[in-house]
């Protein structure tokens, strides 16, 4: 799915996670074309949603998961 996204967040994804740099500016933005994108297209997003977002544990996240929804860890 993020080869459907245009060169910039492409790059800026590839670039930040072969870097280890997935808190930076760029690295986020791309994340968030990509969730616009694919699994958050119903806008505005819910209250559940943006509660998620608020009040996620990302360091538990990243640990079972990784930086985002793309780059799943083993």
Do not use: W
Not at 44 to 61: H, K, R
């Amino acid at each position: 799915m993020i080869a459907l996204l245009t060169d910039s967040p492409i790059r800026a994804i590839r670039t930040n996670e072969k870097a280890g740099t997935t808190a930076a500016p760029a690295y986020l933005a791309a994340s968030k074309v990509f969730y616009d994108r694919h699994p958050l297209r119903t806008k505005p997003l819910s209250a559940d949603v943006e509660n998620m977002f608020t009040n996620i544990g990302t360091q538990v996240y990243s640990t079972l998961n990784g930086p985002a929804e793309f780059t799943v860890v083993d």
